[in-house]
């Protein structure tokens, strides 16, 4: 797919870390698929590693973790 940014390259398969901020917690998952412009550097996650992330980050958030870093893995 060509980059919606720079729209200069198509992106390639690889490995991003997403990390969300919210008050009261960090989460980090680190090799997350995606696919990034090899130009500008921007990344895209799948729709459905991205709600799973954002479950994950809700469960912790409930459980009162203040820093969670993870690998990702295929539920």
């Known amino acids: 797919m060509r980059c919606v940014i720079c729209k200069q390259s198509d992106t ?3 490995w991003v870390t997403v990390t ?3 008050p009261g917690l960090t989460y980090v ?3 997350v698929p995606a696919l990034v412009c090899p130009n500008c ?3 895209y996650v799948e729709a459905d590693i991205a709600s799973s992330i954002l479950q994950s980050a809700e469960s912790m958030a409930r459980a009162g973790a203040q820093v969670y870093i993870r690998e990702y893995a295929v539920a």
Request: avoid cysteine.
């Open 12 to 14: 390639q398969p690889g």
């Open 20 to 22: 969300l901020d919210r």
């Open 29 to 31: 998952v680190k090799n």
């Open 41 to 43: 550097g921007e990344d």
